[in-house]
């Protein structure tokens, strides 16, 4: 019986279970906190993994770079153009935020502004705070901005101490590894997780308190349409001269495969096929461009995570100006760097980025408990913004680098 459950694919789990919770709150009333337990558990063990997960595969994906030295033409227009799109995409994300306002109104266990603390830090102390006097002390007292800051520190480290520093780089990759085994084997706990959180959330509220999270759904839909088809397509159209139409039904079936399987990682052998055969990019282009994408270019889990900051900051009542959008848009941009390619990992990634408006841990656990139910079908959605954007970046760098086969382009897509 235990064995077949297994067989199940995780997402049907997490469905099915989401289907019965809602069915379990909305017969058993408040009566379904009783089983609050269950949600908390799972937040703890999400909490739990947070640190540690950012800082070895933020650490293993600077290292994953390679040399820097051997980086070369092709690895700068890579690495800029990653890290452009997905500047493009928190911008986006932010701005439907800021406009659809997707967590005005939203009251989660009845949190309000005068209850939180409000931050007396200036732009200038943030900004210092950036770097930790201890690194240590941040790893324990889960200070994001300062472990990503000591993580991309630590990881150009290794790459530029070269052979000596190979073996501590193994380390780190060898450690994200192990993260991602233990992040499996969190994420096994989500079925039951998502049937606590959701017969509670309906069993104190009713079935319509469902709907609060229609707008933030409508806020990310529409910053994906956006980033896919106006980003993107004015890369191949303005940037490379080449055909958007064309692009697009080139790379349906990796999107496919994106969306089914909730990983970069996973859908990386279809993406790479992809590329070569419909798009004309050559082999060396896309057997290096690819896998450094699966590994650190993430624009739609960027944009995801930025519209989760600027929501719980709605919910709880946090002031935005200019500083703190900005301060988003730099954490989200260079976490999402070391963002598993595993489902839902970017919930891992929203600590770091709420930590520049000071939304501490357990206001962090409300908002993951109030959207992970959700999670999934969106997280299959930003996985098909990040392989989209994986493959707009590996055409842009064939074409530059004279490694694109137009002819290839503009024929007809294999299937």
């Known amino acids: 019986m235990i064995s077949k459950w297994f067989e199940i694919t995780l997402w049907k789990r997490i469905m099915a279970m989401l289907v019965l919770g809602i069915i379990f709150g909305a017969v058993a009333g408040e009566a379904a906190t009783s089983i609050d337990w269950i949600g908390t558990l ?24 390679g040399d820097p030295k051997k980086l070369g033409s092709l690895g700068i227009k890579t690495m800029a153009l990653y890290m452009g799109t997905t500047l493009f995409a ?31 830090m200036t732009l200038e102390e943030r900004l210092l705070s950036i770097i930790p006097t201890n690194p240590v002390q941040a790893l324990t007292e889960a200070n994001m ?30 450690g994200s590894d192990v993260m991602l085994k233990i992040t499996h084997m969190v994420m096994e706990v989500a079925p039951f997780g998502v049937f606590s959180l959701i017969s509670g959330v309906v069993g104190t509220g009713g079935i ?21 088809i ?30 089914s399987t909730s990983s970069s990682s996973g859908s990386l052998p279809m993406t790479m096929t992809v590329a070569e055969e419909n798009l004309g990019v050559s ?3 896309a057997s290096s461009v690819l896998p450094l994408g699966a590994t650190i270019n993430m624009d739609g889990s ?87 954007g994986d493959l707009t970046v590996s055409t842009a760098v064939a074409k530059w680098e004279g490694e694109l086969d137009e002819e290839t382009f503009k024929a007809e897509p294999v299937d």
């Open 90 to 120: 928190i911008t986006i994300g932010l701005t439907f935020a800021a406009i659809i306002q997707p967590g005005v109104g939203v009251d989660l266990a009845g949190t309000t502004a005068s209850t939180l603390p409000q931050s007396t």
């Open 230 to 259: 106006f980003t993107y397509g004015a890369i191949m159209k303005f940037m490379l001269k080449l055909p958007p139409v064309r692009f697009f039904k080139g790379i349906t079936g990796a999107q496919l495969v994106a969306f």
């Open 42 to 65: 799972f937040i703890r063990l999400i909490r739990m993994i947070v640190v540690p997960l950012v800082f070895i595969t933020l650490v293993a994906g600077v290292v994953a770079m």
């Open 145 to 174: 901005l300062a472990i990503i800051f000591f993580a991309l520190i630590l990881g150009a480290g290794i790459l530029v101490a070269g052979e000596k520093g190979k073996a501590v780089g193994k380390v780190f990759e060898s």
């Open 283 to 285: 082999k060396t282009v």
């Open 302 to 388: 960027a944009l995801y995570v930025g519209i989760l900051a600027v929501f719980a900051a709605q919910v709880f009542g946090v002031p935005m100006g200019l500083a703190e959008y900005a301060l988003i848009a730099f954490a989200a941009t260079i976490a999402s760097i070391g963002v598993a390619a595993v489902p839902s990992a970017s919930l891992f990634m929203l600590a770091a980025v709420m930590d520049v408006l000071n939304i501490d841990g357990a206001q962090t656990a409300i908002i993951v408990g109030f959207i992970f139910p959700f999670d999934r079908p969106l997280d299959m959605i930003r996985t098909v913004v990040n392989v989209s």
């Open 208 to 228: 319509s308190k469902l709907l609060d999270v229609l707008p933030l759904v409508i806020c990310f839909m529409s910053a994906c349409l956006i980033q896919v």
